[in-house]
């Protein structure tokens, strides 16, 4: 079998937790199961930041084939629910929000990516960063979005087809693009 993103992913887990970037990290099968690890690991030691490594589109973030999206953050969820006890965990020793960043392909691009940032950034009072373009090496159309605030970069960000509304397409990472980063960096830079 060839190695695919999981082995990626896994190696990177390790990488990072050998440079001190990681407390912990975990596969997982689910959101549920995702949310259950998380509130589990902060019932005596709050988060200041989460990044979820995986797979996304526009509006969206996946566990196989679980969408966490805006329909997620409604009151009638199954996920609801552990999505606001995670919000009282969510805290950091500086005053500054905490963070959950989405180091997936698309998860903030176009109109769907806009909204699903905001409105979860102010369902768990958390910074939302997330990229516009498909990541790898290079992870392009990095931004982050404070509690209450509307997005600033353009929907049309990272589009190769269709429209803000409708996406079809997106371009792939690069150097030169808008808002890059190597993932190696275990930061989101000031200003993104």
Known sequence: MLPGLSHAWTMGSWLYRG???????????SWSDAFTWLLARSEHQPIAEVQFWGHGKWGCARVGRESFDRDSLAPAHPLAGQVQALRQRMQTTTGE???????????VGAKAGQDFAAHLGDVLGSRIAGHTYIIATWQSGLHSLAPGCCPEW???????????????????????????????????????
């Open 19 to 29: 440079l001190g970037r990681f407390d912990a990290y975990r596969g997982v099968d």
């Open 97 to 107: 929000a905490p963070l959950w960043w989405f180091r997936t392909c698309e998860t």
């Open 154 to 192: 353009s929907p049309e960000e990272g589009l190769k087809k269709g429209t803000p509304e409708q996406p079809l397409e997106a371009y792939w990472s690069g150097p030169k693009k808008p808002h890059t980063i190597h993932c190696l960096q275990g930061r989101v830079p000031e200003g993104f």
